[in-house]
């Protein structure tokens, strides 16, 4: 298929193996050659169902155009022949590496870059370009090679570490206007929380785990606290929920049948005090306290609001209080609610902004409520499970009627 592209006008190449390639890569790395026109070009596998040998990444060193690379997914033997590459003066501006166990890299010779960005952990001794203006970590453990960078603009880390003064540093980068901060397990978030308020450029905080991961009570109120302060905040992803943990209130010791659950907290007071607040998510896992998420509806700059987490703490009600009072929405999840009547999709119709509604858990009963949805005149997004129940002539006649509205 390679051989039949046009090797001289080609400017963007997205490969994606669902089947393997053998282990020498070296005639795909003839035919990536061929392509010198190419200025994106992206290479990956299919859910780690094959692999892809590293050998073929020396045809890169050939493509004197290409400014953006995205390696991703499962890749064998990629390590010394991607250091390699990266040695050279390639002329790339944008570089993504997806790779499960990357090598120790040194990018000092790549003078054109401008963003980077790595899934797994970038490891000790790596060297970073100098004038890099955007980068993203997603497992950081260790923050020295990053405060190194005094051209970075925008930053974003998966937090690994519980030292509040290695986060502290990153204040210092002079020219940082954008620090996002993203946290997957409880001890790193308690632990760091109470720098966050000391870091103006904070203004993107996601803080998610799984459920064998959901803090203790007194780590909650931390990252809560923590929360609060940052008053500049403008995106907010926050798994809802504690464990018990310490002493009961009564000073006995935590029942053991409880201490692995976790327990419905009340935050949404707390957040409706982020007034600069444009994007707020609730996860899934999450435990939110029934009518609790009615203290949103003082966020009224909320363009995206996802609740997909939010169970049986959202319900009709809710959800209608939410639509009259958030009028700038573009983008609203639903997913997993209980809207048992559907009755808040009449304040939802009137939702002018709205091009994402994410609904499940509905069925024949409600297809009359969900055709108020035509009202809608910017909606292009309606995402509803697999077990909706709502037969595809009303979906069809739903979208039917949201393009003739648009005539």
């Known amino acids: 298929m390679l051989a039949d592209l046009p090797a001289h006008s080609l400017t963007a190449l997205d490969l994606e193996f669902q089947l393997s390639i053998g282990a020498d890569g070296r005639a795909l790395s003839a035919l990536l050659a061929r392509l010198s026109s190419l200025q994106q070009l992206r290479l990956s596998t299919v859910d780690g169902c094959v692999s892809i040998p590293g050998s073929c990444v ?12 995205e390696l991703a997914g499962s890749w064998k033997e990629v390590g ?7 040695q050279q003066p390639l002329p790339l501006r ?13 990018m000092s010779s790549l003078t054109s870059l401008q963003e980077f960005e790595m899934s797994s952990e970038l490891r000790q001794g790596s060297v970073l370009p100098a004038q890099l203006q955007r980068l993203r970590l997603h497992d950081c453990s260790a923050t020295s090679g990053v405060t190194a960078l005094q051209q970075l603009q925008q930053l974003s880390l998966g937090v690994h570490f519980e030292d509040r003064e290695q986060l502290l540093g990153l204040a210092q980068l002079p020219r940082l ?6 946290y997957s397990a409880a001890a790193p978030a308690a632990a760091t929380a109470p720098a966050w308020q000391q870091l103006p450029q904070l203004q993107e905080l996601s803080v998610v785990f799984q459920y064998v991961d959901f803090p203790r009570a007194q780590q909650m109120e931390g990252i809560l606290a923590g ?22 209130a009564d000073g006995a010791a935590d029942d053991d049948a409880d201490a692995g659950r976790v327990f419905p907290i009340a935050v949404c007071d707390s957040l409706a005090d982020l007034a600069r607040l ?11 306290v029934p009518a ?12 995206h609001l ?16 939410l639509a009259c009072s958030l009028k700038q929405l573009r983008h609203l999840d639903l997913t997993f609610c209980q809207l048992e009547h559907m009755a808040c999709m009449a304040a939802i119709s009137h939702l002018s902004e709205l091009t994402f509604l994410g609904l499940i858990r509905v069925g024949e009963a409600y297809e009359r409520a969900l055709m108020q949805l035509t009202n809608l005149p910017c909606l292009q997004r309606l995402s509803l499970s697999q077990d909706v129940g709502v037969s595809e002539d009303v979906i069809g006649g739903i979208y039917a009627a949201m393009r003739q509205r648009r005539r």
């Open 278 to 288: 444009r994007s707020l998510t609730i996860p899934m896992p999450s435990w939110m």
């Open 80 to 86: 010394e022949p991607l250091q390699q590459q990266l």
């Open 94 to 106: 944008r570089l993504k590496l997806r790779l499960p166990l990357p090598p120790r890299l040194n």
């Open 227 to 248: 929360i609060m302060a940052c008053t500049q905040l403008t995106k907010l992803e926050l798994a809802v929920g504690h464990k018990l943990g310490g002493q009961a």
């Open 306 to 321: 996802d609740l997909s987490g939010a169970g049986n703490g959202v319900d009709d009600l809710v959800a209608s209080a």
């Open 292 to 303: 609790d998420a009615l203290a949103l509806t003082a966020l009224t700059a909320l363009t």
């Open 58 to 69: 020396a045809g890169i060193a050939s493509l004197s155009q290409l400014t953006q690379l």
């Open 177 to 182: 206007r954008l620090l996002a901060l993203n």
